[in-house]
């Protein structure tokens, strides 16, 4: 999974999508509130959840024949609630869960090529000193 998959998630700062479990959205006054919680282990010291806050963006609108101020959506919570309902729909497709298997396995095992040749150059230079 890459940052071009969830740029609006990668923008807010979560890195790893696939942790999420669940995610709420709240409204308090002129203000929507998207908590994001994640799946994680016993010992784990990364936080159970994130909390993000997004003002309600003010447009006028025309309703009979009155101009309104309305209150909507910001355009980059709307952005963040499309890519996760992106990923939960991909979560529960079993040839996407295939695929992000095969991708995080291709990106271990390209993690573990890179770091290998890295101990080989280490052990290089320990050879010519």
């Known amino acids: 999974m890459t940052e071009d998959d969830f740029p609006q998630l990668f923008e807010m700062g979560i890195l790893h999508p696939l942790d999420i479990d669940r995610y709420q959205v709240n409204s308090i006054a002129n203000h929507d509130i998207l908590r994001v919680i994640y799946e994680r282990g016993k010992d784990s010291f990364l936080p159970d959840s994130r909390t993000y806050k997004f003002p309600r963006v003010q447009k006028s609108a025309t309703i009979g024949n009155k101009e309104q101020v309305v ?3 910001h ?3 709307k952005k963040a ?3 996760l309902e992106a990923l939960f729909a991909r979560k529960d ?3 996407c869960v295939a695929e ?3 991708d995080e396995l291709q990106a271990l095992e ?5 770091r290998s040749e890295y ?3 280490l052990v290089k230079q320990l ?3």
């Open 71 to 73: 209150l909507e959506t």
């Open 119 to 121: 101990i080989r150059q």
């Open 93 to 95: 497709c079993k040839e």
């Open 100 to 102: 992000t298997v095969l």
């Open 127 to 129: 050879g010519s000193n």
């Open 75 to 77: 355009p980059q919570l």
């Open 81 to 83: 609630l499309d890519e």
């Open 110 to 114: 390209d993690e573990i090529a890179m």
